[in-house]
T-cell receptor, first 109, second 114 residues
Framework: TQLLEQSPQFLSIQEGENLTVYCNSSSVFSSLQWYRQEPGEGPVLLVTVVTGGEVKKLKRLTFQFGDARKDSSLHITAAQPGDTGLYLCAGAAYNDMRFGAGTRLTVKP | KAGVTQTPRYLIKTRGQQVTLSCSPISGHRSVSWYQQTPGQGLQFLFEYFSETQRNKGNFPGRFSGRQFSNSRSEMNVSTLELGDSALYLC?????????????FGPGTRLTVL
């Protein structure tokens, strides 16, 4: 059973479209991280959010941490083929880190 | 600065054998965490070492063990391999032992158990 539920599991869109992926839990986390993983590589950290309601922007990527620190979203504007990959969220609580199963994003040119 | 390195990158073993995987963290990083990644279960936390001490442990059987050396390099051992142990094993390093600290992952070791 995943403590962190990510949706959708799979997403295939055209270049230039916008998208949002979600990471939800019934647990409260002290921090939440988003990673992107490409085939044959380890996950690469994109952002860490620690404060409820926090919004962070990384170029075309916008990350939001829920007010109750139980959920998060990642919004990508004008997606590009280079955004293709597996997006993972990970929540930290009481020295334990749990990962979601991921959203596999494909951006077609 | 060199990233996290893991050796070997690929490994094929048979049931009942044991295997040792190695991880060299980024220079100066003292915390090393190990994860197992499978298509069905996703990324699952195995254990974390800091200053040669295991600080945190995930919910895995005792067949999975690890250690950390004084130079922060870490090894993970799996004994009596089972088919279900086939997975990508990832190592991540960070400066300190707080899990919310930025973790840098290696490329992983892909273990196949036949």
């Amino acid at each position: 059973t995943q403590l962190l539920e990510q949706s959708p599991q799979f997403l295939s869109i055209q270049e230039g479209e916008n998208l949002t992926v979600y990471c939800n839990s019934s647990s409260v986390f002290s921090s939440l991280q988003w990673y992107r993983q490409e085939p044959g590589e380890g996950p690469v950290l994109l952002v860490t959010v620690v404060t409820g309601g926090e919004v962070k922007k990384l170029k075309r990527l916008t990350f939001q941490f829920g007010d109750a620190r139980k959920d998060s979203s990642l919004h990508i504007t004008a997606a590009q083929p280079g955004d293709t990959g597996l997006y993972l969220c990970a929540g930290a609580a009481y020295n334990d880190m749990r990962f979601g199963a991921g959203t596999r994003l494909t951006v077609k040119p | 600065k060199a990233g996290v390195t893991q050796t070997p990158r690929y490994l094929i073993k048979t049931r009942g054998q044991q295997v040792t995987l190695s991880c060299s963290p980024i220079s100066g990083h003292r915390s090393v965490s190990w994860y197992q990644q499978t298509p069905g279960q996703g990324l699952q936390f195995l254990f974390e070492y800091f200053s040669e001490t295991q600080r945190n442990k995930g919910n895995f059987p005792g067949r999975f063990s690890g250690r950390q050396f004084s130079n922060s390099r870490s090894e993970m051992n799996v004994s009596t391999l089972e088919l279900g142990d086939s997975a990508l094993y990832l190592c991540a390093s960070s400066l300190v032992a707080e899990l919310y600290n930025e973790q840098f992952f290696g490329p992983g070791t892909r273990l196949t158990v036949l």
